[in-house]
């Protein structure tokens, strides 16, 4: 049975840092596209990072970059998402997805991954 677990979020200070994890039993992370998403508090679900399969590139969406940093442990079969200098508006549900169609190297669009996992809650607040 496919499944993605995500674990590592809480509660953290403006400014802080947290490290979330994605681990898959199933399948093997390493030959699909990995994908974190959050939603927040009255928001639409939104890509946050993704890390290719096929040549390892990683990608962020512009309100992440310089801060969060995605990578992948083949070993562990987990995905990381490291977040720095956390802000109130990262506050949300975070998700990890797998995109299982193998016409697409990586995207941050939820609409194109196909396995989620249950989600893991990030709060940022003083």
């Known amino acids: 049975q496919l499944q993605l677990v995500e674990s590592g979020g809480g509660l953290v200070q403006p400014g802080g840092s947290l490290r979330l994890s994605c681990t898959a039993s199933?399948?093997?992370?390493?030959?699909?596209?990995i994908g974190w998403f959050r939603q927040g508090p009255g928001k639409e679900r939104e890509g946050v990072s993704c890390i290719s399969s096929s040549d390892g590139s990683t990608h962020y969406a512009d309100s992440v970059k310089g801060r969060f940093t995605i990578s992948r442990d083949n070993a562990k079969n987990t995905v990381y998402l490291q977040m720095n200098s956390l802000k109130p508006e990262d506050t949300g549900v975070y998700y990890c997805a797998a995109l299982r169609d193998v016409r697409i190297m990586w995207s941050l669009r939820p609409t194109d991954f196909n396995s989620w996992g249950q989600g893991t809650r990030v709060t940022v607040s003083s």
């Open positions: 199933g399948f093997t992370l390493r030959y699909y596209p």
